[in-house]
């Protein structure tokens, strides 16, 4: 048997990569499917119904350490093997986190198909390699139920977009700025002149702060799911959520994501992660050009044939941290302003006309 826990606060988006790549994998191998911590799926700070609005068949019960599911499981998490996927980090000076932590950049973890029977698998798992062949079938494992499906909002001239908030606010680097929703909606009227906008999100307070042109909402969880997946046109966020309503989609027709995903905003031509490069989205780098995944690809695997990641495997000592903890701050505020006097001038305008 091969499977993945999922873990207590875990995103949902998270958790579907967890449990889409250890079923693909599992099933690539020729092994049985298992999950443990199964009544933590879709319980975090945005639900805490679980699992509602689909049927997933999460497989065997595997009984975590001291978990409330030890009475229906079928086997038990220390008679399992941990398979840990590989990391690459880089530590740079662009942020707090990457100078301390590292960013991770790594790509698909090939050694994953060498595991053996009985084997938990940890980290991140959202290489496209893991599940790319199995797209049909994950289509029927993440079937949303027929009395939760809507399509309100599919419209041949409506883009949703997907904006993420929460802890991503206070985060230079994840944070995607508001240049990058205007590049993007501009790249949608160049399909459709006649393009409207509607912001599906965790944060709508963030959300008006940083697009007031779009009106925004946040439903609850199967709602904001089911918007993403059944649009035409999508404009998304660095953020795991969308991508599953993305993928399984019937309907959409254009995806535009960050180059770079998780440094877009402050990548030379680094991916975080490479990861994240996924067949048929479009990326969209800092100056609005868009790019297929295929040109993305060969682009990063330039930047590692060129040397530019060597050098960069160790921890920033305490001085050059607590700099950048001021410069962060410093550009934390100014763009905080910015954004203000941006609600200022709308505003006037609205009331001019």
Sequence with gaps: MVGTEFLQGQGLGNQLFCYVAARCIAEDLGYEFGTAGQEQLAVN???????YFMDMDL???????????????????????????????????TCVHDMLHGC?????????????????????????????????????????????????????NLCIINIRGGEYTDNRPLFLRRKYWLDAMKNMRAVREDMEFM???????????ILPEAEAYHFDLAGDYVTLKNARYLILSN???????????ETVQMVIAPK???????SDGYWASGQNIYEGFLYQDRNGKLFDAETCRQELLSYRQSGKMEG?????????????????????WRDKIRLRLVRVLKGNGKRQR
């Design 59 to 93: 497989g065997a019960c595997i009984a975590g350490t001291g978990g409330s599911d030890a009475g229906k499981a079928e086997h038990r998490k220390e008679n399992f093997q941990i398979y840990h996927e590989k990391e690459e980090r880089l530590y740079l000076n």
């Design 260 to 266: 770079y995903w998780a440094r877009h905003n402050v």
């Design 312 to 332: 960069k495997g160790v921890p920033y000592g305490k001085k050059s941290v607590a700099l950048r903890q001021k410069q962060d701050r410093a550009l934390y």
């Design 104 to 156: 991770y950049v790594a790509g698909a973890d090939e050694d994953i198909y060498r595991i053996g029977d009985n084997t938990l698998l940890y980290g991140n798992l959202q290489a496209e390699r893991y599940f790319a062949r199995h797209r049909e079938e994950i289509k029927e494992w993440l079937r949303v139920k027929e009395e939760y499906d809507s399509y309100e909002y599919t419209r041949d």
């Design 239 to 249: 953020s795991t959520f969308a991508f599953f309503p993305a993928f399984t989609s």
């Design 199 to 209: 912001v599906v999100t965790d944060d709508v307070a963030a959300a008006r702060r």
């Design 45 to 51: 700070i945005h639900s805490k119904k679980g699992m």
